[in-house]
């Protein structure tokens, strides 16, 4: 009879119980963390939406008006431009340089590929505030490394910091160089995943290495590119260091991006509240991709579920 009892199955009053008490367990857990969300960033957004109808003075409810300033200054309009141009471009091109060193260190022996991984890594560990310093070193109009050797091969001087185009450049080539071993260790992780039976299967059926990216590699790692694309999209966009480190938004203001437009409007000319508006308008941008993207990314894990 006591074995019988033993053995029974736990009743549901009993697991509805411990339900509650791994759920109670589970949010004390998480409470610090977001304790740290809502102090670090709810807190700061909603204080500057508050900021962002305010008067110069922090005086006076002005409601809308800093808005609608922005929207009638051609200089942020060229702020909004840049700072399209600035993260999509490099998210692009941090997207496919990655890709493709991803697929070339999976093909490497596992003891090759430990070693170029750990090399590989070195852009991203660095401090990006060290590392752009050593990049404006080698863009200095006198001293410049690169068109020393430029110089070698009977090349003239390139302005790289001192002309529009080539200063569009120079912050995305370093943010590219940057932020694309980011991408190479996240697909990596994704190919890694990939089940070998899925290649053989392709294979038996004659697929060839361009139709088993295309067919097996590519669906698989769906998830995590628009994942990856998301997350560096949005850091991308609020990207302050490289380019107030290199070109502090010049020529002419033609680098600026909305992070340090806003440190210039907001601290450099005592503006806060106007320097909120501007930090405010990345939000409804990044948001509509975002809403895209995780709509995406849900429609496909339901569908392979």
């Given at each position: 009879m006591s074995d019988a009892v033993l053995l029974a199955p736990p009743r549901p009053n009993a697991l509805r119980r411990m339900a509650r008490r791994n759920s109670t367990t589970a949010f004390l857990l998480t409470l610090p963390l977001i304790?740290?969300?809502?102090?670090?960033?709810?807190?700061?957004?909603?204080?500057?939406?508050?900021?962002?109808?305010?008067?110069k003075r922090q005086t006076r409810f002005i409601g809308w008006d800093n808005f609608s300033f922005l929207l009638g200054r051609e200089t942020f309009w060229d702020v909004v431009f840049q700072?399209?141009?600035?993260?999509?471009t490099a998210v692009l091109l941090k997207a496919a340089i990655g890709f493709i060193l991803a697929h070339v260190l999976h093909a490497l022996p596992a003891k090759g590929q430990r070693k170029w991984r750990g090399m590989l890594l070195v852009p991203w560990v660095i401090p990006p505030a060290i590392s752009t310093l050593a990049w404006w070193w080698l863009f200095d109009p006198s001293y410049s490394a690169f068109n020393w050797a430029l110089m070698g091969f009977g090349v003239d001087p390139v302005p790289w910091l001192g002309a529009t185009g080539w200063a569009r450049f120079s912050v995305i080539l370093v943010n590219v160089w940057y932020g694309s071993p980011f991408f190479m260790i996240m697909y990596l992780a994704a190919l890694k995943s990939v089940p070998d039976q899925l290649y053989e299967a392709?294979?038996?059926?004659?697929?060839?290495?361009?139709?088993?990216?295309?067919?097996?590699t590519f669906p698989m790692m769906r998830n995590i590119i628009s994942?990856?694309?998301?997350?560096?999209?949005?850091?991308?966009?609020?990207?302050?260091?490289?380019?107030?480190i290199l070109t502090n938004g010049g020529p002419q203001d033609s680098t600026h991006v909305f992070a340090t437009y806003a440190f210039q409007v907001g601290i450099q000319s005592g503006d806060i509240p106007l320097g909120a508006s501007v930090s405010l308008f990345m939000f409804p941008l990044l948001a509509v991709f975002a809403i895209f993207t995780l709509r995406g990314v849900n429609k496909r894990t339901k569908e392979m579920a």
């Amino acid at each position: 009879m006591s074995d019988a009892v033993l053995l029974a199955p736990p009743r549901p009053n009993a697991l509805r119980r411990m339900a509650r008490r791994n759920s109670t367990t589970a949010f004390l857990l998480t409470l610090p963390l977001i304790l740290l969300i809502l102090g670090l960033v709810v807190y700061p957004f909603c204080y500057a939406v508050y900021l962002s109808t305010l008067n110069k003075r922090q005086t006076r409810f002005i409601g809308w008006d800093n808005f609608s300033f922005l929207l009638g200054r051609e200089t942020f309009w060229d702020v909004v431009f840049q700072s399209v141009l600035f993260a999509v471009t490099a998210v692009l091109l941090k997207a496919a340089i990655g890709f493709i060193l991803a697929h070339v260190l999976h093909a490497l022996p596992a003891k090759g590929q430990r070693k170029w991984r750990g090399m590989l890594l070195v852009p991203w560990v660095i401090p990006p505030a060290i590392s752009t310093l050593a990049w404006w070193w080698l863009f200095d109009p006198s001293y410049s490394a690169f068109n020393w050797a430029l110089m070698g091969f009977g090349v003239d001087p390139v302005p790289w910091l001192g002309a529009t185009g080539w200063a569009r450049f120079s912050v995305i080539l370093v943010n590219v160089w940057y932020g694309s071993p980011f991408f190479m260790i996240m697909y990596l992780a994704a190919l890694k995943s990939v089940p070998d039976q899925l290649y053989e299967a392709s294979a038996i059926d004659g697929a060839s290495g361009w139709q088993k990216l295309r067919f097996v590699t590519f669906p698989m790692m769906r998830n995590i590119i628009s994942i990856t694309v998301l997350f560096s999209l949005i850091v991308t966009f609020a990207n302050f260091d490289i380019v107030r480190i290199l070109t502090n938004g010049g020529p002419q203001d033609s680098t600026h991006v909305f992070a340090t437009y806003a440190f210039q409007v907001g601290i450099q000319s005592g503006d806060i509240p106007l320097g909120a508006s501007v930090s405010l308008f990345m939000f409804p941008l990044l948001a509509v991709f975002a809403i895209f993207t995780l709509r995406g990314v849900n429609k496909r894990t339901k569908e392979m579920a």
